[in-house]
């Protein structure tokens, strides 16, 4: 059985946002591996311009969201930073709290996925 990574952004007890790493487990099913259905309430496009430092914030809602090029790099409230790339999903869901910081890298323009949980 393979798995596909997921960086997950939640709330944690101290009212700040953490990382964690998931693994989504993919098993065979007719061509390739897949998931079990994660049920979803709507995809959203979007376009974030090169430009684009959002200070801290929270998610406006649960949601996956998949970078298709570009890359967003996110800061939590220990300082901690990580860079989402292309092809790369995380899952926000850190929608009480500090929040999260949100940067373009290196000024590029980014398009994303938000596949919406609520």
């Given at each position: 059985?393979?798995?596909?990574?997921?960086?997950?952004?939640?709330?944690?007890?101290?009212?700040?946002?953490?990382?964690?790493?998931?693994?989504?487990?993919?098993?065979?099913?007719?061509?390739?591996?897949?998931?079990?259905?994660?049920?979803?309430?709507?995809?959203?496009?979007?376009?974030?311009?090169?430009?684009?430092?959002?200070?801290?914030?929270?998610?406006?809602?649960r949601?996956?969201?998949?970078?298709?090029?570009?890359?967003?790099?996110?800061?939590?409230?220990?300082?901690?930073?990580?860079?989402?790339?292309?092809?790369?999903?995380?899952?926000?869901?850190?929608?009480?709290?500090?929040?999260?910081?949100?940067?373009?890298?290196?000024?590029?323009?980014?398009?994303?996925?938000f596949?919406?949980?609520?």
């Open positions: 059985m393979t798995s596909m990574h997921v960086t997950r952004l939640y709330t944690g007890d101290d009212n700040q946002s953490h990382f964690e790493d998931i693994e989504v487990e993919l098993s065979p099913q007719g061509v390739g591996r897949l998931s079990d259905r994660i049920p979803a309430t709507g995809l959203i496009f979007r376009e974030t311009g090169g430009d684009y430092d959002l200070d801290f914030h929270n998610a406006p809602r949601q996956y969201i998949v970078n298709l090029d570009g890359a967003v790099e996110i800061t939590i409230g220990s300082g901690e930073k990580r860079v989402i790339g292309p092809g790369e999903v995380f899952l926000a869901e850190d929608t009480t709290g500090q929040g999260h910081i949100s940067r373009a890298v290196n000024n590029q323009i980014r398009h994303s996925l596949i919406t949980l609520d």
